[in-house]
């Protein structure tokens, strides 16, 4: 069982920034790709950012490539706690964003696909106008 915990939501102003946290614990720690996904209410959860542990690629969601920024504490290749740096805020960001993390060994499009994800509990972001 993997546990994810995200911090750092909030409410901001467009144009403004905010830093999400999630922080990755299991009893046995394994490789694992780490991703961030928002769900606004009526409509999918989607992927927004990804992190590959091994290399440390990253992939984003058209929508905020030069905005958000995936980052990712490691120890021995090991993701330990994921952060999204996200600037340059719009209201059409608002929503919940959800962290998630999948088996390390699968690629990055297992976890952007979010059929076998572990999943935080969800931080909200409001942007207003």
């Known amino acids: 069982q993997v546990h994810l915990v995200e911090s750092g939501g909030g409410v901001v102003q467009a144009e403004g920034s905010l830093k999400l946290s999630c922080v990755v614990s299991?009893?046995?720690?394994?490789?694992?790709?780490v991703g961030w996904f928002r769900q606004v209410p009526g409509k999918e959860r989607d992927f927004v950012a990804g992190y590959q542990w091994n290399g440390g690629r990253t992939e984003y969601t058209d929508s905020v490539k030069g905005r958000f920024t995936i980052t990712c504490d490691t120890v021995n290749n090991t993701v330990y706690t994921a952060h999204l740096q996200m600037d340059k805020l719009k209201p059409e960001d608002t929503a919940v964003y959800y962290c998630?993390?999948?088996?390390?060994?699968?690629?990055?499009?297992?976890?952007?696909?979010?059929?076998?994800?572990?999943w935080g509990q969800g931080t909200q972001v409001t942007v207003s106008s």
């Open positions: 299991s009893a046995i720690m394994k490789p694992y790709n």
């Open positions: 998630a993390a999948a088996t390390g060994w699968e690629p990055l499009i297992v976890l952007k696909e979010g059929r076998d994800n572990y």
